[in-house]
């Protein structure tokens, strides 16, 4: 008995392979990886173009504008002008916007109390405060930083008015080269923001992030619990 062929396209020409014409047992039931990666790519690629406004409502590239909220804003390739708001002002600067936010405080800004050292996330010496969460500043774009509030250690407190927690750091003698003192600084205080009177397990917590290689770490807990207890009690000068 003569069966009828099948003329049904198949293969290279569908975004997901085969998975449409495949026969239970056949040949083709099989998902290869290529087909699998082509159609998951051609799924995001439609799925990111939902929403999306025409371009005419863009801000152009030259308008120094950040996008709301469902805006595609075109940027770069070459230096912009920018504003963060660090430590309470704002700072308008022009980088590429491959910059990162250390990047941009340590240079244009003249900021260095945040410190390079792995340039990957892993260490927590660039730690930053964006919106009162620690973030590693190595890992942000400076563009991204628009419109948030960034903290520094140098917009924490100075040597004429140190937050409890440096001054804690200083009289437990928690540090010894200093290199990772200012995020393990910046993590505790962020800590103690959110929780006032934080246990050992707490403090641990809050500096997983941060690499001492000098093992300081019993003088950082000491002194992050003595800094809660002082943070707890200090009061502002009047008028501050």
Same mark, same amino acid.
């Given at each position: 008995m003569a069966h009828k062929k099948d003329h049904t396209p198949t293969g290279s020409n569908s975004p997901i392979g085969d998975v449409g014409n495949a026969r239970p047992g056949g040949d083709n039931a099989r998902l290869s990886r290529r087909a699998f990666i082509k159609?998951?790519? @051609?799924?995001? @690629?439609v799925a990111s173009l939902i929403g999306v406004p025409a371009a005419a409502t863009s801000p152009s590239p030259e308008s120094g504008e950040a996008a709301g909220v469902g805006i595609l804003e075109l940027i770069?390739?070459?230096?912009?002008? !920018?504003?963060?708001? !660090?430590?309470?002002a704002a700072r308008r600067l022009t980088i590429e916007p491959r910059v990162t936010l250390l990047? @941009?405080?340590?240079?244009?800004l003249? +900021?260095?109390?945040?410190?390079?050292?792995? #340039?990957?996330?892993?260490?927590g010496a660039c730690t930053v405060h964006l919106d009162g969460a620690p973030v590693n500043?190595?890992?942000?774009?400076? !563009? #991204?930083?628009?419109?948030?509030?960034?903290i520094t250690i140098e917009g924490l407190g100075g040597p004429e008015r140190m937050h409890p927690?440096?001054?804690? *750091? !200083?009289?437990? #003698?928690? +540090?010894?080269?200093? *290199?990772?003192?200012?995020g393990m600084v910046m993590s505790v205080t962020a800590a103690l923001a959110a929780n006032s009177a934080p246990t050992l397990d707490d403090i641990k917590h809050s500096v997983a992030g941060n690499i001492c290689r000098c093992g300081t770490y019993p003088h950082v807990f000491k002194a992050a619990l003595a800094g809660a207890a002082k943070?707890?009690?200090h009061k502002p000068p009047e008028g501050a």
């Open positions: 159609g998951a790519g @051609a799924a995001a @690629a770069g390739p070459g230096a912009r002008e !920018i504003e963060l708001r !660090i430590n309470g990047e @941009a405080l340590r240079g244009p003249g +900021l260095t109390g945040a410190k390079l050292v792995c #340039d990957r996330g892993a260490c500043a190595c890992m942000m774009l400076a !563009i #991204d930083a628009r419109g948030h509030e960034v927690v440096q001054r804690a *750091f !200083i009289e437990y #003698d928690a +540090l010894q080269c200093g *290199f990772c003192t200012p943070a707890r009690s």
